[in-house]
């Protein structure tokens, strides 16, 4: 290994660099250049391998000439230059790395608009995820793809809650798993572009939703629910915002239907003949969209209440809850953010007796359990709720709710009964 010679500490002193000042003609100090205070110009004297330097210090300040003086002495010492060397070094490795740094906002933009989609669906909820994620982003000071760990990840994963107190955390389950999903693989997209050297999200483990719970309204939770409409309209100050009459009317076809409410949302008004509503569904998949066309009988009272809207003059005269002024995807939203807000009027719990946040899923759970409980045989709900299957209605639909295991108890009883035996119920 070579290593360069080290000046000696004589070499360092055989330099001398002092401050002296070159006065003017008419200057009363003219024979003490080393007068600090006048306005004349101040000058180096340097003294180096036996020769004599003259260097003007471009100023008339005693002190910064000093200063000047002393980074040339600087200039001259070899443990400082190291030091100097070190530094900078050191720096341009930090702009370097800097200049490599990608903003999560330019990250994410970049993800988005490389898919390649075949559904705007698709887009929509990837979309989604990167609002989410810029929104959680500002709220804990990252700005980098590199300033995200796993510890942050974790704890906004935990914080994650259909009863949350923070709105932007308040998700269902199975939106919970989705959202994971896609933060999972944009932060492995992310490493495959080298703007991360490790995953943050490798640690994180799957969300699994329970794919077979579902939550029924009794009949007091419906009428709850519609009655809420009513206290949510007389809360608001603006007529435009009192909506309770077409919320009901969504309440009650969903009741009636087992649409979701998306597919509610965008119903014209044509679909509606007599009593008789067609509806035209799309699956969501991740090659081809599937429509579905259902007919639904309707009772008179779900007839009445549509046919009971007026039409504002903002809106789509061809629609009930769509203006057309805005996307399928803008228009549901809206609506759900009213929906979700009826909570603050609602106190649903749940067989337990805990509490539970009314979603517009339930009404859909609501209409299957109810038809079940009927009688009406669970192939036949399968092709009203338009599943792909009688396996996928049996995972949702087919566990034993409260309601059904006393009906399974009467059953059992009048059986019982029927056969000559004697059953005391209490």
Not at 170 to 182: F, G, W, Y
Request: hydrophobic share 35%.
């Amino acid at each position: 290994m070579n290593v360069e010679p080290v000046p000696s500490s004589s070499s360092i002193l055989a330099a001398t660099i002092s401050v002296f000042t070159r006065h003017s003609q008419t200057c009363r100090r003219r024979d003490d250049p080393q007068w600090k205070r006048c306005d004349c110009r101040k000058s180096l004297y340097i003294r180096e391998g036996g020769r004599t330097t003259y260097v003007s210090a471009k100023t008339r300040s005693w002190e910064q000439a000093e200063r000047f003086a002393q980074a040339e002495r600087d200039k001259r010492d070899p443990v400082k230059r190291e030091l100097q060397k070190i530094a900078e070094a050191e720096a341009a490795k930090k702009t370097a790395v800097e200049a490599k740094l990608v903003t999560l906002k330019d990250a994410l933009a970049q993800w988005i608009n490389g898919m390649k989609s075949p559904t705007e669906t698709s887009i929509d909820a990837y979309t989604s995820t990167t609002r989410r994620i810029l929104r959680w982003a500002e709220h804990e000071g990252l700005v980098h793809v590199t300033d995200v760990t796993s510890n942050q990840l974790d704890r906004w994963r935990s914080s994650w809650s259909p009863d949350s107190p923070e709105k932007m955390n308040r998700l269902a389950l199975t939106t919970q798993a989705a959202l994971l999903t896609r933060i999972k693989a944009f932060f492995r997209w992310a490493m495959g572009m080298r703007f991360i050297d490790r995953d943050p999200t490798l640690i994180l483990k799957p969300i699994t939703p329970d794919e077979s719970s579902t939550w029924p309204l009794t009949t007091t939770q419906f009428d709850e629910l519609l009655s809420a409409t009513y206290q949510y309209d007389r809360d608001q100050r603006n007529e435009s915002a009192r909506v309770g009459q077409w919320l009901r009317a969504i309440f009650l076809v969903q009741r009636w239907t087992g649409l979701r409410v998306g597919d509610v949302l965008i119903l014209p008004k044509s679909a509606l003949v007599g009593n008789r509503l067609t509806a035209v569904i799309r699956k969501k998949r991740k090659r081809k969209p599937k429509a579905s066309i259902v007919t639904y009988i309707l009772p008179d009272v779900v007839v009445a209440a549509l046919n009971a809207l007026p039409t504002r003059k903002w809106e789509n005269v061809n629609y009930w809850f769509w203006s057309k002024l805005c996307g399928e995807t803008v228009n549901c939203n809206k609506w759900l953010r009213k929906i979700d807000r009826l909570n603050s009027y609602l106190s649903f719990t749940n067989e337990q007796g805990e509490p539970l946040r009314f979603r517009t899923h339930m009404l859909r759970d609501t209409f299957a359990v109810e038809m079940l409980l009927a009688g009406v045989g669970i192939e036949k709900v399968s092709k009203l709720l338009t599943h792909e299957s009688v396996t996928m209605t049996e995972r949702y639909y087919a566990k034993w709710t409260k309601a059904r295991k006393e009906q399974l108890e009467d059953e059992t009883i009048a059986a019982m009964r029927r056969q000559g035996m004697t059953v005391t119920t209490r």
